[in-house]
């Protein structure tokens, strides 16, 4: 699912008051980070990470990387943080604007 620019707003919106709920570290992206990412995003949708690992060329790798591997769009990135998002089929959780 591709985002469009509002949609990818009102997602930052909301992202103001999540709470980081995965942490990537030195080690990178592990198969078992990679299962807690899949499941968080199975249950909430949008989540927000913080990718402690290297300087910014690996964190970008790692956020590319960690998209592609989970079917997630990148919503935002600053600094170390990133929130991704990707629909819920059978269960959605969030209901973005059509535009």
């Not at 709920?21 to 992206?29: A, K």
């Not at 919503?75 to 535009?99: E, F």
Request: hydrophobic content about 35%.
């Amino acid at each position: 699912m591709k985002l469009n620019k509002e949609q990818k707003r009102y997602l930052r919106s909301l992202g103001h008051h999540k709470k980081t709920i995965i942490w990537v570290g030195q080690n990178g992206l592990t198969d078992n980070a990679l299962e807690e990412i899949k499941t968080a995003l199975a249950h909430h949708e949008f989540i927000k990470l913080k990718i402690r690992a290297g300087d910014r060329e690996m964190r970008d790798e790692i956020a590319t990387s960690l998209c592609k591997k989970t079917s997630a769009e990148l919503v935002q990135k600053t600094g170390n943080m990133i929130a991704i998002y990707r629909h819920n089929k059978k269960h959605p959780k969030i209901k973005l604007p059509d535009n």
